[in-house]
Structures are given as structure tokens and as C-alpha cells.
């Protein structure tokens, strides 16, 4: 080689540049690149991104035969490169083409070609993917021999094998996953996601309409009120009782006795006869595991109950699904009125609002761990009834009473403060 003519070295040269950029691009684009987008490529079909798969599949191997290569390349053009200096400089070269290298292969062999492949990991490593893969076929034995003595010096560190971790990913590196990398998916449909893994955290009590807000039949009262109550119903499907709401006995959708109703024919033996055995729920049931419960048994409204029996509220399937998609129903209309707010940034609140809902919808940060209603939260605070306009704060909210009825907060006023 040192008698060779300087044009063949320095065309030796550059080869040897470029294949070490190769390498060095090759090794960050295939750790660069995106798993999750990698299996969609590879499910679809795509060659090249199942040959990266197969190399990030067993790790070891896809570093040692780049760094096999990358060290190769790199020692031959250094050499390369030393030959040339001396001819042209004599012994005096050596230095030279040491400190040119180390500016060569630094700026054209590692930063640039890393760089790009950080920007654009796919465009760079599903091709070297072609190259490496039976570059990796041919040269296995010394890459098996590399393995054998890196695995030595790493077990007494506690590893014992050179594999891939598993990609998976918990709830909440999910949830930031859909937040944050969803520039694909519109935002109403990322949003949709996060409420979906969020709902396992909310229970049927956050939810529900509570038992004092329950709309429905008392066979107890006069026949002509009960058509009146159906006739102005804005609810398809109503509980029916008997006396007391403890006293259920059932579910009545409307449109069974809508023909009767609409012709003057209903009477009371009609009525009863269209009732429904009541289905219960137990009072803290995970709203992942509600929503199977409905879709199992083919229902679409339950009555929550305590460990004693007594009715608490009553939920829906319009509920859960209001929770994942947002409300789209009739009674979901009635409750953008819960919350109205005021010229001066406060808002009024009805006492009987979800905590949940308020969190969710305006970004606040009322406690959820005891009360589910704004109305529970202040008295939970209080620890006694409120005496007229009564003032508290609870986190970073202000919370005023503005009305009471009946022992029970109907109006408060928020401020969020810092």
C-alpha cells in the first residue's frame, strides 16, 4: 500500500469515510426509531422495516456487526490516511494526518450522518437494513465470538442475557403517549382516548344522578298524575316505586306504553304489566367494569345501592358514555346549566354538579377521594350546615354558598386563585 499512487488512496479514503458513515448513520437510525410505528411498517408489509425488526430483536448482534464494521473502517482509513501524509509530508505526516482524521471522521463520519438519522431514523435505517442483515449472515461468527466476550465482562454488572427489553408500556406512559404524540389523530379523537383510559379511575357514585334527583313513577299517587308524568317524561326509561323510592319495583320504558298512551287506553293493569324487573348495581363499581355489566346483560339503566340495599342514584349507559365521548344526550343539555359563568371569571355552580365533571371540563382541581358532588365537598369541609353565606377554601378555589334549600347547598360560587 505505501507504494500505491495517492489517487487510488485517496479514492480508498473516501470509500472508507462513507462506509463509516454508514455505520455510524445505520446505529442511531435503528435506535431511533419509533417501535410502535415500526410494527404498524412491518404488519403492513413493508421489507424493510422487518429486517430492522429482526436486528432490534436481538440487540447484540445488530451493535456488534456495526461496530465490528464502524471500528474496521475507521482503523483502515486512519491507516490509509497515515500513508498518504508520509508520502506527501514524510515523517512529519503522521501528526498531520491524525489531526485530519479526527476532524474528518468526527464532522463526516459520525456528527452529520447521525444527525440525519435522529431526523429521519425510517429514510436511513430500513435501507442499511438490506446491508446489514446479511453483512450480519456472513461475518456471524466473529459477531457470535464479540458477544461471547462482551457478555463475560457484563455478568458480574447482573446481566446475564443480551436481549431486547419488552416495549410495553404502562397506563399512564399511555395516556402521555396519546397526549403527546397524537399529531395524526384529531384532537377530539385523542381526547376521546384519554377519557377512555381515564374511566377506570371513576366509579358508577361519580356519575350517577343521585337519589334525590331521581325522576320516575309512584303508583302510590292519583292516576291522572301518573299520565301526566309520562306524557311530559324527557326520559325513555323511568324507575317505578311504590310509595317510597326503597320500595322499586321496577323499570318502565316508555315506548311499551306509548300506544296505549297516545290512544287514551292505558290504565294501571297495563301500566304494571310493562314493568321491568329493577336491575341494581353495588355502590363503587368501576366504570370499566359497568359498561361490560350493561353490554352482558343487555341493559341500559341500573340503580345504585349501598351494602344495606338502599337506593343511592341511579346510572345509565348514556352516563358511561358521556364520560368517553362527552355529553350528546338530552339530560347532558340540563347539566350545561349546572354551571354558568359570571362577567368577572367566577363561576355559579349547582350544588348537585359531578366533581368529576367539573374537573374534567374546566381543568380543576377539587379533591374526588371523599364527596362526589360540589354540594358533599363543601359540607364534607364544613363538618357541619352552613350558616347563611359561609366562605372556604379548598385548594387553589375560593368556594361561597350563595343559596341553601332545605339543608341542602344549592348555589355556590367558585374563584380559582394561585
Not at 500505491?4 to 462513507?18: E, H
Not at 389523530?185 to 344522578?209: A, C, F, K, P
Not at 350563595?402 to 374563584?415: L, S
Request: glycine residues 8%; aromatic residues 6%; charged residues 20%.
Amino acid at each position: 500500500m505505501t507504494d500505491a499512487p495517492l489517487p487510488v488512496l485517496f479514492s480508498l479514503l473516501g470509500v472508507l469515510i462513507v462506509l463509516s458513515a454508514f455505520f455510524s448513520g445505520s446505529e442511531t437510525g435503528l435506535v431511533a426509531l419509533n417501535r410502535y410505528r415500526l410494527r404498524h411498517h412491518a404488519k403492513n408489509g413493508l421489507h424493510g422495516a422487518r429486517l430492522a425488526q429482526r436486528l432490534l430483536a436481538k440487540p447484540d448482534r445488530m451493535f456488534g456487526i456495526i461496530l465490528l464494521g464502524n471500528n474496521l473502517v475507521n482503523i483502515m482509513a486512519a491507516s490509509v490516511a497515515t500513508v498518504i501524509a508520509i508520502q506527501a509530508l514524510g515523517e512529519s505526516g503522521i501528526w498531520v494526518s491524525t489531526l485530519a482524521m479526527t476532524v474528518v471522521i468526527l464532522i463526516f463520519a459520525e456528527v452529520a450522518p447521525k444527525t440525519l438519522a435522529a431526523l429521519n431514523p425510517e429514510r436511513v435505517a430500513y435501507p442499511a437494513s438490506y446491508v446489514l442483515t446479511p453483512l450480519l449472515k456472513v461475518l456471524y461468527p466473529v459477531v457470535w465470538l464479540i458477544n461471547l466476550a462482551a457478555a463475560a465482562l457484563l455478568r458480574p454488572f447482573g446481566v446475564h442475557k443480551l436481549t431486547n427489553a419488552q416495549d410495553s408500556i404502562s397506563r399512564e406512559e399511555l395516556r402521555t403517549l396519546v397526549k403527546e404524540g397524537g399529531r395524526h389523530i384529531s384532537l377530539d379523537h385523542r381526547q376521546m382516548l384519554i377519557n377512555i383510559l381515564d374511566l377506570e379511575h371513576g366509579t358508577v357514585d361519580d356519575v350517577m344522578v343521585p337519589r334525590q334527583d331521581i325522576v320516575g313513577i309512584d303508583l302510590e299517587v292519583e292516576w291522572d298524575e301518573i299520565l301526566q308524568s309520562l306524557e311530559t317524561s324527557i326520559y325513555t326509561r323511568m324507575p317505578v316505586w311504590r310509595g317510597d323510592l326503597d320500595e322499586m319495583i321496577g323499570l318502565l320504558h316508555i315506548r311499551s306504553v306509548l300506544p296505549g298512551l297516545t290512544q287514551g287506553r292505558l290504565d294501571r293493569t297495563t301500566l304494571e304489566r310493562a314493568i321491568r324487573s329493577p336491575y341494581f348495581v353495588p355502590e363503587g363499581t368501576p366504570l370499566t367494569q359497568q359498561l361490560l355489566e350493561f353490554q352482558t346483560r343487555e341493559r341500559r339503566l341500573g340503580l345504585v345501592v349501598d351494602e344495606y340495599g338502599d337506593i343511592q342514584g341511579l346510572i345509565t349507559l348514556d352516563d358511561i358514555l358521556e364520560e368517553i365521548v362527552g355529553e350528546f344526550t338530552t339530560e347532558g343539555s340540563t347539566r350545561q346549566r349546572l354551571v354558568r359563568k359570571l362577567d368577572n371569571g367566577d363561576w355559579i355552580v349547582d350544588g348537585a354538579a359531578s366533581l368529576r365533571m367539573l374537573n374534567r371540563r374546566y381543568d380543576w382541581q377539587l379533591p374526588t377521594s371523599g364527596a362526589k358532588t360540589l354540594n358533599g365537598l363543601v359540607l364534607e369541609h364544613l363538618e357541619s350546615l352552613p350558616d347563611g353565606r359561609t366562605c372556604l377554601r379548598i385548594g387553589k378555589h375560593i368556594l361561597t354558598i350563595v343559596d341553601m334549600v332545605d339543608k341542602r347547598i344549592r348555589k355556590v360560587q367558585v374563584r380559582q386563585v394561585s
